[in-house]
């Protein structure tokens, strides 16, 4: 696949502030330390766009990133950060659930989970609110180069099978290493896809 083009646009505390919304735009959400600016820079073959840190809860923005002038790739903070304020959270919470309701050229928003762990709690309640407001949404396991292949195939199962109990049908999954970059082409396929329906 060739280089992509990547330019940072901005950062900013609330929908409202965002770029005009003239490009498709695609969203990155997930627990924090899931791997999601790993995930990032190895989309979009930076070292260093995005963060990675050891630190959880360190992006606490919208980040906007124009990719090849034609669709914005957007960083969201994660969510479920137990060692911020109850306070700072809600407030995150909220800022997430606006920006994903109200921002029009949203096409698609890609939840990390992490491969290694059990389907946890809130990313469930996240996963079905999406549902709920009909944003439409994929799914993506990350870090799945720290398990053997059997192992990812048997927790995706049983992650899915807490899916089923509240969903009819799954949605688009991907499976992914920021190390091995797997998974990078199936994402930015699935992207340009999306892209090319609607242009
Ligand atoms: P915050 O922004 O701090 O909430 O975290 P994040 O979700 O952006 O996670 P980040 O990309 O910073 O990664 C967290 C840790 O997991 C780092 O130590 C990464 O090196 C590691 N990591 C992320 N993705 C992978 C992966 O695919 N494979 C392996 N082995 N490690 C990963
Ligand atoms: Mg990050």
Redesign the pocket.
Known sequence: MVELDVEFIGSYTSEAGCPAANLPEYAFI??????????INMLTNKKNL??????????QLLNYFEVNKQWYLVDLP?YG?AKVSKKKRELFERMIQRFLTVRASLQCTFV?VDVRHELQQIDLEFINWLGEVRIAFAMVF?????LKDHQVEGHVDAINQKLLAYWDELPTQFI????SKAGKDEILQFIDSINEKIS
């Open positions: 997930g627990r924090s330390n899931v791997g999601k600016s790993s995930l995005a963060r990675v840190s050891n630190t959880p809860g360190k992006t994660g950060y990390l990350t870090k799945a180069d720290k992914t290493s920021a190390k």
